[in-house]
Every structure is written in structure tokens, then in C-alpha cells.
């Protein structure tokens, strides 16, 4: 088994699923681990995230395939 690692997170299970869905088109394999809290109606902190993981050795070319990409929520974090 890989190792994986996270190359975006998002905060909905549906960014995560386009986010992967692309990677997958694109030939890499993409993993979508939730981390919301669905029995409360606000998520908060790292309760909120959902994460898009991809086998470490693809994960130079996830981001490029997702930096190049328009996809809602592929964009890189600004912070």
C-alpha cells in the first residue's frame, strides 16, 4: 500500500469529489477522507475539513494538475 498525502483540503464532500474525480481523469489515484461533523449544523475547526489525499509519489503532479486546473476549491490556499 502507498503512502498517501493530503493535496487539498476543502470544505464540503462535494469539492472533494470533483477535486478527485479530476485527478482520477487525469490518471491519479485520489482518496477523499471527511472530517465533518454532520450532527451539529455549523462545522467548525479541523471538524470542517475534508481532504483530497493522493499516493506521495503522484503528489508533484496532483498539484500541477490541480494548480492548472478551474475547478472550485483546486486552488492552492492563500494564506
Do not use: C
Not at 477535486?19 to 485520489?30: D, K, M, N, R, V
Not at 465533518?36 to 455549523?42: D, I, K, R
Not at 494548480?67 to 492552492?76: C, K, N, Q, V, Y
Amino acid at each position: 500500500m502507498p503512502d498517501w498525502e493530503v493535496v487539498r483540503t476543502v470544505g464540503t464532500e462535494e469539492e472533494a469529489a470533483l477535486i478527485a474525480g479530476y485527478l482520477e481523469g487525469a490518471g491519479i489515484p485520489a482518496r477523499i477522507e471527511s472530517l465533518l461533523f454532520h450532527q451539529e449544523p455549523v462545522n467548525f475547526g479541523k471538524l470542517g475539513e475534508v481532504r483530497v489525499h493522493v499516493p506521495a509519489s503522484s503528489l508533484d503532479a496532483a498539484r500541477a494538475a490541480l494548480d492548472s486546473s478551474e475547478l472550485p476549491g483546486a486552488a492552492p490556499p492563500t494564506d
